[in-house]
Nanobody
Framework: QVQLVESGGGLVQPGGSLRLSCAAS????????MGWYRQAPGKQRDLVAT???????NYADSVKGRFTISRDNAKNTVYLQMNSLKPEDTAVYYC???????????????WGQGTQVTVSS
């Protein structure tokens, strides 16, 4: 079992910044990719950004130039620095990680519980 715990959400004014963190723990052999997704009310869950163990990144067009994803492999932690926030960034943000578990060396694909980000004046 691999667990993900997110932190850092909250209420921020338009133009402001927030930093999300997500720490993975449990039976981890290696994490291949970590990422952030978001889901606004009444909408599907969409990709925000992902980062591989080799630090290759991928961003949704809507956040390019404003959000930065980074990763601390030693701590199994991924971060999302969000700048120039807009009301349309309001959503529940979910952390995701996929990789290989210890023991049986089977694959895992785990999700965090989500953290609310609200951008409003």
């Amino acid at each position: 079992q691999v667990q993900l715990v997110e932190s850092g959400g909250g209420l921020v004014q338009p133009g402001g910044s927030l930093r999300l963190s997500c720490a993975a723990s449990g039976s981890i052999f290696t994490i291949v990719r970590m990422g952030w997704y978001r889901q606004a009310p009444g909408k599907q869950r969409d990709l925000v950004a992902t980062i591989t163990s080799g630090s290759s990144t991928n961003y949704a067009d809507s956040v390019k130039g404003r959000f930065t994803i980074s990763r601390d492999n030693a701590k199994n932690t991924v971060y999302l620095q969000m700048n120039s926030l807009k009301p349309e960034d309001t959503a529940v943000y979910y952390c995701n990680a996929d990789g290989i578990e210890e023991g049986d060396y089977g694959p895992f694909d785990s999700w965090g519980q989500g953290t609310q980000v609200t951008v409003s004046s």
